[in-house]
């Protein structure tokens, strides 16, 4: 209950890190997705606002919970006084009155060294803050700088709401109820705005559905898990090709197919002189490189295009496909260059799904986004069907 009292009303801190999206004080420009930023916290904590001064524009954070590694931390000072004034887009007047004692609050940030880089969110107003200091950072004043006035793009409701959003996110399995599909996606950094499309689908064949991201290629969480997400060019190294799991995990995956979970891999990564290896297939089938465009031509009538959307085949988003299948893999859908879109393989109890979406952009992932929905639906029957 105590838990519960201190998430409910949540100020909302969360940290931008990539080098190539903002200098430290400047306006975000680019769009965030969600999983990008959690992924790149080195903390999150847990607190309530326990002192605001008005007069002086300053607050106190006192810190009550690590959510993602230990923070050392007991509080978190933020000065509002020193913030910029642009015009009506940012003052600390303005901010401060977002500011409420008593208030939980929630606080993602990276810590490099004596620096710190956050963005925060309290009564529906983004902001930044930071520290650049030689000294302690437990002793020091976190330097709000502006309201942040894009951050809308990224999360868009009330506190509650995006409360609501980040454990579920965070923690999903720990949330979960009894019956509900859990999905595991392993996405590595091109697959991060997949993840946010496929998560949207909280209710697929009557079920509800929570997912968890992971970057770990052990993937620990595996025993937890009904559907194993293999996300867009996830399975292999962004420059060298290299297969990403080892000999371990193959065996882990074989044995999660073969008790009743289903495996769907998104978009696979080849190149002329290099065929994409996929070890943990109990069935070889053949990556190759592809011409990147739309349309897929399904082989026969199948409910993977119908249910539950209408999918417009002509303009699902393809790159890299398939050749060479074994014997047992049922081809669903060829790409225009005749080589295999989707296919599926049964496997003991489960199922893998091979499939060559194109899902590197957020244009993309629109054309594709019905496909997945499909694809989870396909998946969460086959469960039903085989309990």
Known sequence: MRKRLIWRVLVTVLVIFASNVQIAGAFIERKMALQEVL????????????????????FTMKVEQDIKSTSNLEQIKVNVAVGQRRGNLTSPEKFKKSVRSGAPAIMFYQHNGNEVNALGHTGG????????TGKRVPDMWWTFTHIEVRMHRTFKGT???FQDLLLRTMKPF???KQGDVR????????????FNVLSSFHK????????????????????????LWIGYRSISQLHTGKYVF???????????????????????DSDPKRSCVISFLPKSIKGVEGKV??????????????????IQTELIRVDDAWTEPDTGYLVLALTGEKNIAIAQLEYGKGMYIVTAMQNGRDTHLKSNAKLMGNLMSLAVRSLQSNP
Do not use: M
């Open 125 to 132: 107003t983004w902001y930044q803050c930071r520290i650049s």
């Open 246 to 268: 080892d000999g371990d995990t193959d065996e882990r995956i074989k044995a999660f197919v073969k008790r009743g979970g289903i495996v769907i891999i998104s978009g696979q």
């Open 174 to 176: 720990e949330h979960a």
């Open 183 to 194: 999905v595991l996606a392993f996405a590595k950094s091109r697959a991060l705005n997949e």
């Open 293 to 310: 465009g739309n349309g897929i031509r399904p082989v026969k009538d199948n409910d993977l295009f119908t249910k539950p959307a209408k």
């Open 159 to 161: 506190t509650t709401e």
């Open 39 to 58: 992924s790149q916290s080195t903390n999150i904590v847990f607190g309530t606002i326990d002192k605001v001064d008005a007069k002086r524009q300053r």
């Open 204 to 227: 697929v064949a009557k079920k509800n559905v929570v997912y968890k991201s992971t970057q770990n290629p052990k993937l620990p969480e595996l025993k937890r898990s009904d559907i």
